[in-house]
């Protein structure tokens, strides 16, 4: 059954029907069954580029009706993969975070199988492989110095194992040398902002500034939205304080946690409102972060969220 989203500021008449945007019109044929948007912008649901579900229950009912339609989950233990129970809410995932022996963060929050420790190129390049068939479209590398680090070999060649089966490489390194670390490695994706400015130019950095700081500026990246839920202070919604720290940094902030996350994310029908895209879309009264956080409502793969 076709459902005509009509009264939206910012855009045509939009028909759903199958969970997608079928067309779009000037205004619906007569008859058909419309919901009225009554002067709301209508926009693209949001993707949270760094997230830790095992970490906090019930969390993907909760990013759905709060807007969020799409994760990546930038550490967990083996055990939670590969997240079957978090549909709808779609997500791709690492697994837990390769690193040394006693490295990041066997030692600290993730002691609980978040990390998984390897000493060698021959056990890096197994772990990488037994973390892909379950399913996993990122490799996590750790790089923290105030804990053991993996050896630059044993790094390269997760890396390289990752890369030859078409997954991206994350790293979680925040002051400069870890940067370096990453990038010899053969890095990706910066899992927070670097603390220290370091040129990143052709990689990707999520944001994760409100709970790591740090900063986005200058870095000639491409910078998406993240949250890191399951840190202090984070709930599983749209963070009005990542969006205002975003726009502080000259990066648009709708941008950056849709169409170019749905990008890093690999989710070509996410992301945007075109024909043939997901009916995963938020109802926002304005642009402004507190806008966008709070959607008059959210509508998930055609289904309203109320
Ligand atoms: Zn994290």
Redesign the pocket.
């Given at each position: 059954m076709a459902l005509w989203i009509t009264g939206a500021r910012n855009r045509q008449a939009l028909c759903v029907e199958g969970g997608r945007i079928a067309a779009e019109a000037r205004r619906p044929p007569q008859g058909s069954e419309t919901l009225d948007a009554g002067g709301l912008l209508l926009l693209p649901a949001f993707i949270d580029a760094?997230?830790?579900l095992s970490l906090l229950a019930r969390a993907p009912r909760a990013f759905l009706k709060n807007g969020v339609a799409a994760v990546l989950d930038?550490?967990a233990p083996e055990r939670a993969l590969p997240f079957s129970e978090a549909e709808p809410l779609r997500v791709r995932f690492s697994g837990p975070l390769l690193t040394a022996p006693r490295g990041y963060p066997t030692q600290s929050w993730g002691r609980d199988g978040y990390g998984l420790e390897v000493a060698s190129e021959k056990e890096a390049r197994a772990a990488v492989e037994r973390l892909a068939l379950s399913g996993a479209r990122f490799l996590k590398l750790a790089f923290d110095p105030r804990y053991p680090l993996l050896a630059p070999e044993a790094a390269r060649a997760a890396a390289d194992e990752a890369h030859r089966r078409g997954m991206l490489v994350a790293a979680?390194a925040l002051d400069a040398d870890s940067v370096r670390r990453a990038l010899a490695a053969g890095a990706d994706v910066f899992?927070?902002a670097p603390l220290e400015a370091v040129p990143l130019p052709g990689k990707w950095v999520i944001s994760?500034l409100r709970?790591f700081g740090g900063t986005v500026r200058g870095l000639g990246a491409r910078v998406v939205y993240g949250t890191?839920l399951?840190?202090e202070d984070t709930s599983p919604a749209i963070d009005a304080r990542e969006l205002a720290l975003l726009e502080r940094d000259g990066i648009d902030p709708l941008r950056a946690a849709t169409a170019d996350a749905a990008e890093l994310l690999g989710y070509p029908d996410l992301g945007r409102l075109s024909v043939g895209s997901s009916a995963s879309l938020l109802a926002v009264r304005g642009l402004d972060a507190e806008s966008l956080a709070n959607p008059a409502w959210v509508m998930n793969c055609g289904t309203l969220c109320l």
């Open positions: 760094h997230v830790h930038l550490g979680h899992a927070h994760t709970a890191d399951g840190n």
